[in-house]
DNA sequence: GCCGTTTTCGGCCCGACTGTTTTCAGTCG
């Protein structure tokens, strides 16, 4: 009897568990037999890893198509294949039943615990019997710990320190939340006399949607220097270590942050290691080693007797030498990129557009379709946030999607202020048209802080234009709370799910595809509901949404308001596979949250996306041609 | 335990930092 309710990250955890515990085992001798149990542990991690980053569901690939599907999956071979299968079947594997009674620890307290390791926890249960994290503490802060073989007070200490941070540490950070603090300390960095650049890696470099600790890059010639400055930064609470080349610090909020610092000439080199993800890295350094060279983040080097370092200045070199071209940051997962990479490079003759790593743009959108005014729950009027919109941002059309009536949180319109809305903002238009909206208003002393973000292919004052529109509340039983002949007076219509958010996927899956289906609604916003961190959203069979989206021609959204950021990435990719066309909108309640719009453009090149996949990335006038 | 244009054995990504190691193991990213 299988019970559907395994995720990938239950099944990667068990794994991880295994292989703690068969490291656990492992002695120091380097027999031939202790050499086996290392790979093994190894294997069951790559397998986690590896279960981890993969977008489909196992439990439903193993429900689908059986052992042979799990088989499918790289780093799982027969021995994994057969326990996840147990685990999806009676939710144990008796093998990790059988390591633990050897070792009755418990083992989840301890797989996250940084800096020790089961080497070490095994030394300290061999002497105390310790199975428990509350034990160790206790055993440390009673000085036990220092009196087992090969231990100190300093080490016992250590122990403390690093037991205290874990329980202090809050996981990961949302993107949009730490952006503020990660340009900050790059731009300090930056700006010391003595680097040369610096920029921040890792997963930030990635745009993951949740970040769980900070990496900088910095170019010196004096990394001593730059270490120094680094750790006294305000920012920093704690020096977790720091040596020649690379620092580590604990910061105020609780995230992790790591500095390396590199000469020039391995910049790219660094760059490209400290980006990531880990699974991209090992793929690269692999490519390398097969072609008789070794990566690492100072270069890629020959394995002559006199080492030569042949690449390690820029990325695209690396890349290149590696048969690649260079492949987006926002691509790295390991997710195919670098087959299309391999394939790429013997595409450089076609043209730009038709390039397989050539997405989407930063400076693409030229619209926002999804934005909130002072009429329901934003924070300012229509006319303010077309302003900031236009000077500020550079957009040539916003939509105003206030809610509607049903949703009284938000003081929802009804039909009539909808209608009255409409009416202002065609008067808003003539306005424009005139040149007399933005000028008289709002030019005067606030232009004077505004960065203008001109681009010559963005269009002049005259030209900008607001659009009539609603963020429609999707009722229950999927019909709409306010009728369609007034919606049709409407440029364009978003509708969106607000409430029951508890019924079955089929309820909520019928619900969108219900509003899809409806010749008046043309985008489905934030289509999952999913606040990151806090809640998952409603459950959505989304293969079944993105059918129904491409039959109707309608538009989902890729909310880029950084706890949304829904679509995410993967379903992104699905739709782009699938010819959905997407929008990315912001949801500003207040013009700063324009800056949102960033976020959702770094979502949708998570997904693989290209500009032409992107609906407002054209003219107001093709958009709306465009739309069913 | 996994994997294979050197396939069924013999490899498995790579280097920095810490501690007490006087040449290395443990841990991390």
Redesign the pocket.
Same mark, same amino acid.
């Given at each position: 009897m299988i019970t559907m309710n395994k995720t990938n990250g239950d099944i990667a955890h068990i794994l991880r568990k295994i292989s703690f515990l068969l490291?656990m085992d @492992? #002695?120091?001798k380097?027999d031939r037999q202790t #050499?086996?149990? #290392?790979?093994?542990?190894?294997?069951?991690n790559? !397998?986690a890893d590896?279960i981890e980053n993969l977008s489909i569901n196992i439990e439903k690939l193993y429900i689908n198509e059986g052992i042979g599907g799990l088989?499918k999956?790289?780093?799982?071979?027969?021995?994994? !294949?057969s326990?996840i299968e147990e685990f999806i079947k009676t939710g144990e594997i008796n093998?990790y039943n059988q390591l633990k009674s050897e070792l009755p620890i418990n083992v989840d307290e301890f797989l996250?615990?940084? &800096?020790?390791?089961? =080497? @070490?926890?095994?030394?300290i249960y061999d002497s105390l019997k310790i199975k428990t994290l509350d034990e160790l503490y206790d055993a440390a802060t009673n000085g036990k710990i220092k009196t087992i073989d090969?231990?100190?007070?300093? =080490?016992e200490? !250590?122990i403390l320190r =690093?037991i205290d941070l874990y329980r202090k540490s809050k996981g990961r950070f949302l993107l949009g939340e730490i952006y503020p603090l990660v340009k900050q300390i790059e731009k300090y960095l930056s700006e010391l006399d003595c680097v040369k650049r610096s920029v921040a890696v &890792?997963s930030f470099r990635r745009m993951k949607e949740t970040i769980?600790?900070i990496?900088f890059l910095a170019v010196s010639d004096v990394?001593q220097k730059v270490?120094e400055s680094f750790v006294s930064m305000p920012e920093v609470k704690e020096?977790?270590?720091?040596?020649?080349?690379?620092?580590?610090v604990k910061l105020n909020n609780g995230i992790?942050s790591?500095l390396?610092v590199v000469p020039e000439e391995s910049y790219g080199a660094a760059l490209q290691?400290?980006t990531?993800n =880990?699974e991209h890295?090992?793929a690269l350094?692999?490519i390398?080693?097969?072609k008789g060279?070794?990566? #690492?983040?100072?270069g890629l080097?020959t394995l002559n007797s006199t080492e030569n370092r042949i690449a390690g200045l820029t990325e695209e070199e690396i890349y290149h030498r590696l048969d690649l071209d260079w492949i987006p940051p926002e691509m790295r997962e390991s997710k195919g990129e670098i087959e299309l990479a391999k394939r790429e490079l013997e595409n450089t003759k076609k043209p730009r557009e038709d390039r397989l790593l050539q997405l989407l743009g930063y400076r693409d959108l030229r619209g926002d379709l999804q934005v909130h005014t002072n009429n329901t729950d934003g924070k300012m009027a229509i006319e303010e946030m077309a302003y900031y919109a236009k000077e500020k941002f550079g957009l040539d059309y916003i939509a105003i999607t206030d809610h509607t009536k049903s949703l009284k949180i938000t003081n929802g319109l009804d039909e009539g202020q909808i209608l009255d809305q409409a009416n202002k903002i065609s008067e808003l238009n003539d306005k424009i048209k005139n040149d007399d909206l933005f000028l008289d208003k709002f030019s005067n002393e606030k232009t004077a802080n505004i960065k203008h973000k001109k681009n010559s292919q963005r269009s002049s004052n005259a030209s900008f234009r607001i659009l009539s529109s609603a963020e429609v509340n999707i009722l229950k039983d999927g019909s709409l709370d306010i009728p369609n002949n007034v919606l049709d007076k409407l440029d364009i219509v978003g509708a969106a799910i607000h409430s029951n958010f508890s019924l079955p996927i089929e309820m909520q899956t019928h619900r969108l595809i219900t509003a899809a289906q409806n010749p008046s609604i043309d985008i489905i916003f934030h289509p999952t509901g999913r606040i990151i961190n806090k809640r998952d959203g409603y459950p959505v069979d989304i293969p079944k949404l993105m059918e129904s989206a491409k039959d109707t021609d309608t538009v989902l959204e890729i909310d880029a308001h950084y706890d949304r950021l829904d679509l995410k990435d993967e379903y992104i990719k699905m739709a782009v596979e699938n010819g959905v066309r997407l929008v990315i909108d912001s949801d500003a309640h207040h013009q700063i949250h324009f800056a949102f719009l960033n976020l959702g453009v770094a979502q949708a090149r998570r997904g693989w996306a290209k500009k032409n996949e992107i609906l407002n990335t054209l003219p107001a006038q093709n958009l709306l041609d465009n739309l069913k």
């Open positions: 490291e @492992t #002695n120091k380097n #050499n086996a149990i #290392n790979f093994k542990n190894r294997a069951y790559k !397998a590896q088989l999956i790289p780093s799982i071979g027969r021995a994994i !294949a326990k093998y996250n615990l940084e &800096g020790i390791g089961p =080497k @070490t926890l095994r030394l090969g231990f100190s007070q300093k =080490k200490e !250590a =690093k &890792g769980g600790d990496d990394p270490i020096i977790l270590g720091k040596g020649s080349s690379k620092a580590f992790d790591d390396l290691y400290f990531g =880990k890295g090992i350094r692999k390398a080693q097969s060279l070794r990566l #690492n983040e100072w080097f």
